[in-house]
């Protein structure tokens, strides 16, 4: 054995026979490594004495850590962060960059300024080990409520713009960054940063708003102003007490690193040389290159962990290159945010005038976060590896005309086009420089590139497309080199339109047959993959609109007016707001406009939710086994790969269940579902086991390796129209109800109408997933259970039924949910009752997390809806009889199906006397769908509503005019037998026609569709009847005063999850009380105080709980009344203490459970104006403005109810027109179980102009305190979006002459919009 004291380089040097070695293998203990040379098979201990690192430190929060090779080289900053206890405030979702609630700020080398500057990053993409010398700020060294909030903490939270406060950190954290680099930005440089952390909450307007206001032109209404930015830097170093001045942390240049790890080794080489040394030497061994990890996030065979040795190149200066000439030269290591930054700065150089249109397609790759970290050279070797990536980074640069610069071993540099470097083998190559000419402005070269995209921000593109030409004005547009068409989403092969560049080589363009002609070439040439989620007939059509929209702009003078809109972009300036509501400052804090009690807490991240609870002794963690098919029987279990994984203990499954206990969690459902499959599949996805192992990482890839086998396989059952036509129906669980003779009504009316529309599902994309954490009580048969829960009474039945112990025993508890919308009123039973019974048989604490994409696969979403309608109508349009079959998907079970209640929101605004209504209950092969957000209402109110419009089309009228007539009025009856005393939806809808200006803007909008062949506009008015129900919702509130101080603990029973339950229970207290809100604190829910309680949710929870405060307070003051009355105006304290000596009981306790006679207590009543701007040629589309009047009664807190109807109308905006999940035919995989496909609404996905009011004036003699519920009904207003752009669809069709009713089924997603504009290539030429 020998020892090898080296001191510079990493290569050992093998003392028998001379080969140079890296060491593969070993461990390191004192600086010690051991290796066994390759070539002769000798033993060696070497000791790295030299600058050679071989620990990393960084500092979190102006702490220094220093980390050794205890980890494996996968691990994220993000799960360390976590596991470590340093940062709860940091959280975690999607693990891939999609969703951005990880963001901390970390100071980076920028190669831009030559500095280091601070930028946001997505902690969980960033591999621990990169961390090497970086300075990182996560939500906690920003500052808390007590020792001082950081500025940007400060205004989101009194901007309100918290609700769950689930991603709140991390938009602090963003905007932290973006003030560090750029200390007074314009609002726009604010609204684009905004394109990371996806909300589900608020629908943005409050987050943007606040982060508006530090802006250098933010407006009067956005009070705040821009701040030093030392204020917002208050970090103080540990060693100094003085700001963080970045010295001592290792900037700069810092030596090379090699570290041997747990699972592989990890280099970082700090200049060309040794990289090239060091592959060499791992050529032939399986290594990757790490600059950003971002390529992770979208492709994830590029796990870390998959390799032997990765390289990272954050240290090698030479890649950080920057250099201007004739050529503009970027090294490999510049990252999206260098580049996009450099564009802009030099876009008015005459000779890069490109780098404009290069800028705008860049801001509009990936997100903020991800630009931050990723390299423009990292993108290009993913289209390398995987030709179907539609990578925009290699369209921008091939279209300009990019060169490469690709080293390898032996110093023998290569300059390769891209196309030629995507057939270089690139096994030992490393880019090094991307070369980019310069054009001359005599070259009269046109340069543009196009990205569309489902989302307006942070999506992949459908296509990405990018067209230079040289083009002779002068001579009809002559095309005078071969030009440069490069297409990206067409197929894995197709980056060049070849066959059109040639074609158009001498070519006048601006001679309408040869734009014939090039299109016609073009057709021929596009051949879409289909194996694509996006329709091979839109990607084709787009390919062939995007390159008219070139010619269009390029051939400006030979464009008819009305044709030119085609050449543009939809212009989307910055996005406003503004609320109007009511307040009655003499019963305040009740209807006080106030934000969240805990609104600093959740800004500062220190609001606890459930995986943010710090682990308990010995405790394990468990993940899921799903099955990978969608209708079969299991054959058999193979788990021996998964058990013999170090750190895996245990593998459960429904032969775990000890004896008596149920293997189902909805027990109160007529249906079984099994906690685990015991044998059929229902469904891909379903939950076939449990592995249970030391940590979270170790059960995630455990439980991937168990093999399941499957006998009796068959084509699942995945849509309505599949389960219509195969009989798959549940019988029996909703009845048909009739009122009046619909049948007869419609026979008798002179118009008689048949149509169909359908609504496809909703994931819930709650940013928290479900979690349980469970754990043996003392006596070793209970059960502690700490759940992601909207109704903890369901968690402990199921759980005590599956441990077959008494209810009694189970003590479920939850703080808060980051979020729920639904998702978590039955859905988390099956998360805690499997955790529970790990817990109970590892009689240890075990935590059940299901990651994001376990979450999606596993787990039940919105019901989508098929409707087939009969409707008669007078003449005018007048409703006689309605006779209508909705069809539910409901998944393998239809437990949670809504079916009989969906009917009494069916009507909406609308008199109908007639009904005949036939409910079908479809099963599928799916997860069994759940409640989303009005589960019922929602797909009630767009039913009615396609009928509306459809009636206006068959009787060629206005469709307000139709809804106008049909609109209920006072005193009359609804299907369900409710008088409707106080309907105002006459008034409702003339007040809005007046405020919105409706009837002007619909002429405008007329002017402007007759103006613009390729632009359209539309305008919908939808009015809303929301029934509210009270019925069976039991809530156990539970108020204490104690005696020593007065002050107050409410358990009320309803579960916070950003609705601003607990403030308005605490306003509530406060004014019947008298004393004052910071005296109140609201406790965590539970099954002692809490018993019997039923779910949170159907938007009456808050205002049932304070119901039961207000019952609570009034039976405590009639007890201290006698005592009060003895004494001399008392202070709250004083009474409060003599009712104690007296021996008055000062707990009090209220149950819930109004009843009501009609199905609903009182109906809210709304009107929404929507108006929206359609791109013909594309399908991209962007909502003008929303104005909406909402009677909300008395808001008992205006801003929190502000805050709601805006994130419902947006969650909303998502279903109708972005979120679409789609499934493997074959298998019944959720292929969208992912960010990369899935896409909720983003910042720039609102209304550019916003705008709500609550009636005013309107106080609800049936409602608490005269208020009236807001969580969901905004949400069924938000489908006016989506007739505002079939109004401009129509608009399309007009001028084509198919201007024919057409049903615009949900969602109604780019794709879809542009398919049914009829858009073909005959349409496109210069004018008419
Ligand atoms: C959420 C998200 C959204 C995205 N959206 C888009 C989008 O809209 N459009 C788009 O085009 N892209 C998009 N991307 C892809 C993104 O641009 C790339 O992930 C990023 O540029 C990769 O750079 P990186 O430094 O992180 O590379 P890494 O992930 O570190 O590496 C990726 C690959 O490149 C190799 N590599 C890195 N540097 C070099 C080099 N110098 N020479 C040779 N090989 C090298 C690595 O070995 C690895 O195989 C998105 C990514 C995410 C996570
Ligand atoms: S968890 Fe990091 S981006 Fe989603
Ligand atoms: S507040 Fe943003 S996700 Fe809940």
């Not at 090294?331 to 800028?359: E, H, M, R, V, W």
């Not at 479920?812 to 955790?835: D, E, F, H, P």
Request: glycine residues 8%; charged residues 20%.
């Amino acid at each position: 054995m020998d020892t090898n004291e080296k001191t510079s380089d990493k290569v050992v040097t093998c003392p028998v026979c001379s080969a140079s070695l890296l060491p593969q293998s070993g461990s390191l203990k004192n600086g010690i490594y051991a290796t066994t040379c390759e070539n002769c098979g000798h033993f060696i201990k070497f000791r790295c004495t030299g600058p050679v690192k071989s620990d990393v430190k960084f500092t979190i929060n102006g702490q220094s850590y220093t980390i050794g090779n205890q980890y494996s080289g996968a691990l994220s900053l993000n799960e360390w962060l976590r596991r470590a206890g340093v940062s709860f405030g940091t959280k975690v979702m999607c693990m891939e960059g999609g969703c951005g609630v990880c963001l901390v700020t970390a100071k980076l080398y920028d190669p831009v300024s030559m500095s280091e500057k601070v930028f946001s990053v997505n902690s969980c993409l960033v591999p621990l080990y990169t961390c090497d010398g970086w300075e990182i700020t996560t939500i906690e060294g920003l500052g808390d409520p007590i020792t001082g909030l950081n500025p940007v903490q400060k205004r989101l939270a009194s901007y309100n713009g918290s609700q769950c406060g689930f991603c709140s950190p991390a938009q602090v954290m963003n905007m932290h960054g973006l003030l560090q680099r750029v200390p007074k930005p314009t609002m726009q440089e604010v609204e684009d940063t905004f394109d990371t952390s996806i909300c589900r909450c608020t629908g943005y307007r409050s987050i943007l708003d606040a982060m508006k206001s530090f802006a250098s032109d933010a407006p009067p209404h956005l009070p705040g102003g821009p701040i030093d930015i030392e204020e917002v830097d208050q970090q103080l170093c540990k060693k100094t007490g003085q700001p963080c001045s970045g010295q001592c942390s290792g900037h700069g240049s810092l030596p090379p690193l090699h570290m041997v790890l747990q699972d592989t080794q990890w280099f970082r080489p700090t200049s060309k040389s040794e990289l090239f040394a060091i592959i060499k030497q791992v050529e032939t061994k399986n290594y990757r290159l790490v600059f950003g990890n971002t390529g992770y996030g979208v492709y994830k065979d590029i796990g870390p962990w998959m390799y032997d040795i990765l390289i990272d190149l954050r240290g090698i200066k030479e890649f950080y290159a920057i250099s201007f000439d004739t050529t503009v030269l970027f090294g490999a290591s510049l990252t999206l945010s260098n580049l996009l930054n450099i564009f802009q700065k030099s876009k008015s150089d005459p000779t890069l005038t490109y780098f404009k249109c290069l800028a705008k397609h860049l801001a509009r790759v990936a997100n903020t976060g991800v630009r931050n970290l990723g390299c423009w050279a990292g993108n290009l070797m993913l289209k390398h590896a995987h030709p179907e990536f539609v990578s925009d980074i290699f369209v921008m640069l091939e279209t300009v005309g990019t060169k490469l610069i690709v080293g390898g071993p032996d110093h023998s540099d290569v300059n390769l086009t891209l196309t030629d470097f995507l057939k270089t083998d690139m096994k030992g190559k490393v880019i090094t420089l991307a070369v980019l000419p310069t054009y001359q402005p005599s070259d009269n070269m046109y340069i543009r590139t196009f990205k569309v995209m489902p989302r307006n921000q942070n999506a992949h593109a459908y296509v990405s497309a990018g067209f230079r030409m040289q083009i002779d004005k002068a001579t009809n547009y002559t095309v005078t080199l071969k030009p440069s068409i490069v297409m990206n989403g067409i197929s894995k092969t197709f980056n060049h339109a070849v066959l059109t560049e040639n074609y158009l080589v001498g070519k006048q363009l601006g001679d309408p047959n040869v734009l014939k002609g090039a299109l016609g070439m073009l057709a021929s040439e596009l051949i879409p993959d289909a194996s694509s989620l996006t329709d091979t007939n839109y990607i084709k059509s787009l390919a062939l609109s995007l390159f008219y929209k070139f010619v269009l702009g390029a051939c400006d003078t030979k464009v008819s007016p009305r044709y030119k809109s085609g050449g543009a972009n939809l212009y989307r300036p910055l996005s406003s707001g503004t609320q109007s509501y009511d307040t009655h400052k003499q019963e305040w804090p009740v209807s006080e406009p106030m934000t969240k009690t805990t609104s600093e807490l959740q800004t500062s991240g220190r609001v606890q939710f459930v995986n943010d609870v710090p682990p308990q002794s010995g405790e394990l963690h468990a993940a899921f086994v799903l099955s990978s098919v969608g209708k079969a029987q299991i054959s058999n279990v193979d788990t021996s790969a998964a058990l013999s994984l170090p750190g895996v203990l245990k593998y459960l499954s429904a032969a775990d269940i000890p004896p008596g206990g149920k293997n189902n969690y909805t027990p109160t459902g007529e249906f079984v579902e099994e906690i685990f499959s015991s044998g059929e599949i229902q469904f891909c996805g379903q939950p076939i086991g449990l592995i249970v192992a030391v940590d979270q990482l170790t059960a995630d890839t455990a439980a991937s390796m168990v093999k399941v086998t499957y006998t009796n396989v068959h084509p699942p059952v995945l849509t309505m129209v599949e389960a219509i036509q195969q009989g798959s129906v549940f019988p029996h669980v909703a009845e048909e109800i009739k009122v009046g003779d619909a049948e007869a009504a419609i026979a008798a009316s002179p118009k008689k109408i048949l149509g169909q529309i359908s609504m496809e599902s909703q994931y819930h994309f709650q940013m928290e997933t479900q979690i349980s954490i469970c754990s043996p009580t003392e006596d070793g048969v209970g059960m502690n259970v700490l759940a992601a829960t909207q109704w903890i009474d369901y968690v402990q039945q199921v759980v005590a039924g599956v441990l077959n112990i008494p209810e009694s025993g189970v003590n479920v508890s939850v703080r808060r949910l980051g979020g729920a919308y639904g998702s978590k009123i039955t859905r988390n039973n099956q998360i805690s009752a499997a955790c529970a019974l790990a817990a109970h048989i590892m009689r240890k604490p075990v935590r059940l997390f299901l990651n994001f994409h376990d979450n999606m696969k596993a787990i039940g979403k919105r019901f989508p809806y098929l409707a087939d309608y009969q409707i008669g109508v007078s003449n005018e349009g007048r409703l006689n009889g309605i006779k209508i079959t909705v069809n539910a998907d409901c998944g393998f079970s239809p437990n949670d199906q809504i079916l009989s209640g969906l009917f009494y929101w069916l009507d909406n605004a609308y008199y109908c006397p007639n009904w005949y209504y036939i409910p079908v209950a479809l099963k599928t092969n799916k997860p069994s769908n759940t409640s989303a957000r009005s589960p019922g209402s929602c797909p009630a109110v767009f039913i009615m509503e396609s009928m509306m419009e459809h009636i206006a089309k068959c009787l060629d009228k206005d469709p307000l005019e139709i809804r106008k007539l049909n609109l209920y009025q006072k005193g009359q009856k609804t299907p369900g037998g409710m008088v409707l005393n106080y309907c105002n939806l006459t008034s409702l809808v003339s007040q809005l026609e007046l405020s919105a200006d409706v009837v002007n803007r619909k002429k405008q909008i007329a002017a402007f569709n007759q103006a613009n062949k390729w632009k359209k506009k539309g305008l919908s008015v939808v009015p809303l009847k929301f029934g509210i129900g009270w019925a069976t919702a039991t809530y156990n509130v539970f108020l204490t005063i104690y005696h020593g101080d007065g002050t107050v603990a409410i358990a009320h029973g309803g579960v916070e999850s950003g609705q601003g339950i607990n403030t308005k229970v605490s306003q509530v207290c406060a004014y019947e009380l008298g004393i004052a809100m910071d005296t109140i604190k609201i406790k965590q829910d539970s099954t002692l105080a809490n018993a019997n309680s039923q779910t949170t949710g159907g938007s009456i929870t808050s205002e049932l709980c304070c119901l039961g405060v207000i019952e609570c307070c009034k039976m405590l003051k009639q007890r201290m009344a006698p005592v009060k009355a003895k004494m001399v105006d008392p202070t709250w304290k004083q009474l409060v203490a003599k009712c104690f000596q007296e021996g008055v009981d000062l707990s009090a306790r209220y149950f819930t459970n109004e009843t009501d006679s009609s199905v609903f207590h009182y109906n809210v009543y709304g009107v929404t104006c929507t108006e929206m701007e359609l791109d013909v040629l594309t399908g991209e589309n962007q909502i003008t403005s929303v104005d909406m009047l909402y009677d909300c009664g008395e808001s008992i807190n205006p801003e929190i109810d502000i805050g709601q109807a805006e994130g419902a109308f947006v969650m909303g905006l998502g279903y109708w027109l972005l979120e679409k999940l789609q499934f493997d035919s074959k298998t019944g995989e959720n292929l969208t179980a992912g960010t990369w496909e899935y896409k909720p609404p983003m910042g720039k996905d609102i209304p550019i102009s916003f705008n709500i009011k609550f009636l005013k004036n309107a106080p609800n003699p049936l409602g608490v305190l005269r208020s009236k519920a807001v969580g969901e009904p905004p949400l069924c207003m938000s489908c006016s979006a989506l007739f505002g752009l079939k109004h401009a669809m129509e608009a399309a069709r007009r001028d084509i002459s198919k201007d024919v009713f057409f049903a615009l089924n949900a969602p109604a997603t780019v794709e879809a919009v542009q398919l049914q504009c009829l858009v073909d290539p005959s349409q496109m030429v210069y004018g008419p």
